[in-house]
């Protein structure tokens, strides 16, 4: 295993890039995901309603309606047709994930990410014990689970209990039930499952994978024959299961990340000191330069703690 595992996670990238570069894309995350939050709240709190609504549903400017194409399919199927405006708004969201990414949402987007990122930080600053980690394929299992409640109930299911929607309401109505599902949320991360919420339970993250598995944005490891196995990447990636096939792969395998669950968040983009990942689309076909291994020093199996 690389020495350099035992430096804290992104201390190379710090010093070879500069801080800016190597936390960019979270900080731009951030100021994403403070913008669209900023404005659903612009409203409610200064009476500046250039954004009525929320992420499950908005009208911007009385113009442009914007509709979660999730909970859309959810009122569909418990027999409630969209009005029209609802119906295009969910088309207009969808044909914009579908192309770009669908967990784009996930990192860029929902306002839950920092929460979950927080309880991931601060379960690796404590060195806290894995915990038990359900089953990739239990976020679908729930997102049939919240359609089939749909159905049976003749409602929308998921906004009883959508952790989403329950901080847009807790911070325009303070102090509250929905503060402790957030809560909850944060402390399932941090104690009971390391990154449980995101990456193993929740349907919303299930859905906007399926919705852009053919996405065309994508990371790729082109540049892994510089792969100095820092593992640094492996740490901070929300979906960690994503980088070995692009990272790992013999040379005739694709450098790109085509897996549903990468998250486009670009924090393996952030960390890496030597630069082996970059922002891409689907059809880049530019092979990755073969590498060469240090036989006395093969790459290692796991990496550092997420």
Known sequence: MSDKTA??????????????LAYRFLILRRLSQSFFLSLFLLGPWFGIWWVKGNLS???????????????????????????????????????????IGGRVYCSWVCPINPVTDAASWLHRKLDLPKGWQPKRGTKYFMLAMVLGVSVLTGTVAWEFVNPISMLHRGLIFGVGFAWALVIGVFLFDLVLARRGWCGHLCPVGAFYGLLGGKSLLRVSAL??????????????????????????????DSPLILSPDCTNCGRCIDVCSVNVFHFTHRFDETPAPGRVRDRTNPAPKVGKAA
């Open 7 to 20: 430096l804290p996670v992104g201390a190379e990238a710090i010093r070879d890039k500069g801080y800016w």
């Open 223 to 252: 540049e892994r024959a510089a792969c100095d196995d820092c593992m640094d990447c492996f740490a901070v990636c929300p979906e960690m299961q994503v980088i070995t096939p692009a990272l790992r792969g013999k040379d005739a």
């Open 57 to 99: 549903g908005s009208l911007t400017f009385n113009v442009l309606p914007l509709t979660d194409p999730f909970i859309s399919l959810q009122s569909i199927v418990a027999g409630h047709w969209p009005e029209m405006t609802a119906l295009i708004g969910a088309l207009i969201v969808g044909a914009v994930y579908a192309l």
